[in-house]
């Protein structure tokens, strides 16, 4: 089956800095991929939609200047946390569509810790 | 706006019995509906699908759902649950065809009692 594969699995950075996640799709072409953001105990909330060639679209509410998305091919999607804040510390899932069957495949998610 | 609500933020079963999780979900077309498990610290696993012709699912580990139109509900179920079932479990809605992202429940978090 299709699979995404994401990294790092856990990351821990200081207060100020960038982390970038990747994304990838192994065996497929990923056109689209959704970067999700989980906080601790609680749901997986849409933060915004990449698509391959053309600029990500961003939730309400998502600052779009500190998680820059970048889709530069049909296999990698990557999210970069920029000037990262403790309060941004959470558990963050990308998903691509499944190229047949309607359904979505995850990624394992990153967690991410800011100190 | 779509939105999928599971009322149930903890339940509790004992090992060996019946099981089943609530989802009611609000969506204003032909609602694509799932349900997915994930263990502490891991992403997350599709149990089963929902996007026409049957209404009585059945996924992966013994689950299945039933999709009732008029009631807005996809609930899960399991005849005899596993100590290896406890986990949280999310109902999610989305279109289909992959243009949207899903829109995911608050999750119920299953407590398996030996």
């Known amino acids: 089956g299709a699979v995404v594969s994401q990294h790092p699995s856990r990351v821990i950075c200081k207060s100020g800095t960038s982390v970038k996640i990747e994304c990838r799709s192994l065996d497929f072409q990923a056109t689209t991929m959704f970067w999700y953001r989980q906080f601790p105990k609680q749901s997986l909330m849409l933060m915004a939609t990449s698509n391959e060639g053309s600029k990500a679209t961003y939730e309400q509410g998502v600052e779009k200047d500190k998680f820059l998305i970048n889709h530069a091919s049909l296999t990698l999607s990557t999210l970069t946390v920029t000037s990262a804040h403790p309060e941004d510390s959470s558990f963050y899932i990308c998903?691509?569509?499944?190229?047949?069957?309607?359904?979505?495949?995850f990624g394992s998610g990153t967690r991410l810790t800011v100190v | 706006a779509q939105s999928v609500t599971q009322p149930d933020i903890h339940i509790t079963v004992s090992e060996g019995a019946s099981l089943e999780l609530r989802c009611n979900y609000s969506y204003g077309a032909t609602p694509y509906l799932f349900w997915y498990v994930q263990s502490p610290g891991q992403g997350l696993q599709l149990l089963l699908k929902?996007?026409?012709?049957?209404?009585l699912v059945q996924g992966i580990k013994g689950f299945e759902a039933e999709f009732k139109r008029s009631q807005s509900s996809f609930n899960l179920r399991k005849p005899s649950v596993h100590w290896s079932d406890a986990a949280e479990y999310f109902c999610?809605?989305?279109?289909?065809?992959?243009?949207?992202?899903?829109?995911f429940g608050k999750g119920t978090h299953l407590i398996i009692q030996p």
């Open positions: 999610a809605v989305g279109s289909g065809g992959g243009a949207d992202g899903l829109t």
């Open positions: 929902y996007f026409s012709g049957d209404t």
């Open positions: 998903s691509a569509p499944e190229p047949v069957n309607y359904g979505y495949t």
